[in-house]
């Protein structure tokens, strides 16, 4: 099986995985590689889509582009599949692009403060507060409260970046997933004045979407993404970076 396997990689095409550039730890680990090409080194998503390329007998390539240039990279055929996204993020027209297997992950945002400053128990209570943000992300709930300026948006290039912004106090709360902040607090001692807040953000469904045109046949990429879950490699996964 191993042989047959390895003679259906080398037949096939690589697939290729569509990814963000600024993606941070633990998610991925985006690294400076030759001619000044960014690379995806490790993190959650590269042990994911390796694993999902080797199920489907092929090849894991990762095409590292800005946000704002994902959409087109679709648009011109450029890449296989889009793991780690939610239809949420999309407008109805982009989700029409894509077919939908199974979602894969639940993800929490959540709010992240001091942990001896202001506390905050709802959204209603963020009146008069500067937010931290990912430039680009859209935070459904929030977005009422910066509409009307109860609430200020504060957008950092990532992550790492509106933590940085969080622990010298320039944000009053920042927006981030749990799993983020938990691994985070593993390799930082710094991060030890900071609390995930009681207060969810957004509670979603990722999804690896195909891309109508995808040389992945979607009932492929369905049965492999089971076999892996029911084998618990996303569990084991995730528990290396907990």
């Known amino acids: 099986m191993l042989a047959v396997a390895m003679l259906r990689a080398h037949a ?5 995985f569509l990814m963000l550039e600024n993606r941070t730890m633990p998610f991925g680990l985006v690294v400076p590689g030759p001619n000044g090409r960014l690379l995806l080194a490790g993190g959650i998503t590269k042990d994911w889509q390796d694993a999902l390329a080797r199920e489907l007998g092929r090849t894991p390539a990762y095409v590292l582009l800005p946000r704002k240039r994902q959409d087109m990279a679709v648009v011109q055929k450029l890449v296989d599949l889009r793991c780690f996204v939610s239809p949420d993020w999309l407008t109805s027209e982009q989700v029409e692009l894509y077919d939908w297997p199974a979602p894969f992950f639940d993800v929490e945002e959540r709010l992240v403060g001091p942990l001896n400053g202001k506390s905050a128990e709802s959204i209603d209570e963020l009146s008069g507060v500067r937010i ?7 935070y459904r709930n929030l ?6 300026g109860r609430a200020k948006r504060d957008d950092a290039s990532n992550e790492t970046s509106s933590l940085l912004k969080q622990v010298a106090g320039r944000t009053d709360f920042m927006v981030m997933r749990s799993l983020d902040f938990e691994y985070q607090l593993k390799t930082d001692p710094t991060l030890k004045k900071l609390r995930l807040t009681p207060v969810v953000i957004s509670h979603f469904a990722m999804y690896c979407a195909r891309p109508k045109y995808s040389s992945v046949s979607l009932r492929d990429l369905n049965n492999a993404q089971t076999r892996l879950l029911n084998a618990g490699v996303l569990e084991r996964i995730l528990a290396s970076y907990r």
């Open 12 to 16: 096939a095409p690589p697939v290729r």
């Open 132 to 138: 931290g943000t990912v430039l680009g992300y859209n």
């Open 143 to 148: 977005e009422p409260l910066f509409a009307d």
